[in-house]
């Protein structure tokens, strides 16, 4: 099954597999948060992003309440990924175990670090964040960064 979200004109498209995907890699991880990168690419009118892939993190530090990941190790997949599929870094995401879908200031701040990060090169990154249990994904909700505030695709 599809998803798709909307914030004013523009519109995401995930897979609901994919989201189990990361949900599956999450759980492991369980009661610390823990998070990764989503892959994607946009239409040619740059009007509909569609999400294909998550790298979660391999190097990290997490907590029940923050999740640090380090990305200069994936520099070269992430070429592989724009080269061999067109595909390239789209955004973040993590989970918050026993807590609400929704971001933290911390979770502002780093987005609008990557918004000014100057290899990243993204000015909208986008943000999922899952709610999860010991025994289930509770919510999700997934969120762009538009003039340095998140605002939500609903």
């Known amino acids: 099954m599809t998803i798709t979200k909307h914030y004013k004109n523009l519109k995401l498209v995930v897979e609901d597999s994919l989201l189990e995907s990361i949900y599956q890699s999450s759980c492991v991880?369980?009661?610390?948060?823990?998070g990764g990168f989503l892959i994607g690419k946009y239409s040619n009118d740059f009007k509909t992003l569609y999400i294909e892939q998550s790298i979660t993190a391999e190097i990290f530090k997490s907590s029940r309440v923050e999740f640090t990941r380090e990305s200069n190790y994936l520099k070269s997949e992430f070429e592989k990924l724009f080269?061999?599929?067109?595909?390239?870094y789209v955004g973040e995401w993590h989970t918050h175990p026993d807590g609400e879908a929704w971001y933290s200031s911390t979770d502002l701040s780093a987005m609008i670090s990557i918004a000014h990060e100057k290899n990243v090169k993204i000015d909208n990154p986008i943000l999922l964040i899952l709610s999860i249990t010991s025994d289930s994904l509770r919510d999700f909700n997934f969120f762009i960064l538009n003039n340095e505030r998140l605002k939500l695709y609903e």
């Open 29 to 34: 991880h369980y009661p610390k948060e823990y």
């Open 83 to 88: 080269i061999n599929k067109g595909l390239y």
